[in-house]
């Protein structure tokens, strides 16, 4: 039976960039600039097991041996609204995949997800699908969207974060012990704890906030 896969970036870049991306100083344009740039090092890892064939391509000199991407398209997918912000930087690295898009909200109570919007194929199988949300906190929004995911055949799903609690982490390898699919968290840090909020401590804050900004109504 498939189990969660966990992994923690160690790279100096990839720390540098997310102890920027902490600093309650940092704007919202400078925020999302690294928050772009932090993603496409988590893609690079988050990409690892990409399915690929043997490929021979004519060099100016001679013949060389190397490999493409085959299988469905990959799928990526951003948990709106916060997800949006990283995924110019995992279509960097993936450019012939498709989007789709999954909107999702946490009641501040109960601390449960539940699922407002969503723009997917219904059929994904034998798709390597990647889901991108920056916070990983009580874990309940990733549950629901793998769990959406895999319900509509995904092989595979990675979710890419910029920073994960360790009860959020024990949450989701939990609650998907029953599921077929493998399932892979790629993260830039795992922190101490949530608050009694529901926050990663230390955390960035509010992702989709210092994204966006706060919209008054």
């Known amino acids: 039976m498939p189990t969660v896969s966990i992994h923690a970036v160690d790279h100096p870049l990839v720390a540098h960039k997310l102890t920027v991306l902490r600093d309650e100083r940092t704007d919202t344009p400078t925020f999302r600039a690294l928050a772009d740039e932090l993603v496409t090092l988590l893609a690079y890892e988050a990409t690892r097991n990409a399915q690929v064939e043997p490929v021979t391509v004519i060099t100016p000199v001679a013949e060389a041996q190397g490999v493409t991407f085959t299988g469905p398209r ?6 709106l609204r916060a997800g949006l ?74 979710a890419v974060c910029l920073l994960a609690a360790p009860e959020g982490i024990a949450a989701v390898s939990e ?9 892979t968290i790629v993260t830039a840090a795992i922190d101490e704890r949530l608050n009694e909020h529901g926050y990663i401590v230390p955390g960035l804050g509010d992702a989709g906030d210092r994204l ?6």
């Open 175 to 183: 609650a998907l012990t029953d599921l077929a699919v493998p399932v």
């Open 74 to 79: 990959h799928l990526v997918v951003p948990v």
């Open 85 to 158: 912000g990283m995924l110019d930087g995992m279509v960097r690295l993936l450019p012939t995949a498709e989007v789709g898009f999954l909107g999702m909200v946490r009641n501040e109570d109960t601390l449960q997800a539940s699922t407002y919007a969503t723009r997917l194929p219904e059929d994904l199988s034998g798709r390597q699908c990647y889901l991108l949300d920056p916070m990983l906190a009580t874990g309940g929004t990733l549950i629901a969207a793998i769990r959406l995911l895999a319900d509509r055949g995904a092989a595979s799903v990675t």
């Open 212 to 217: 966006y900004g706060t919209v008054s109504a």
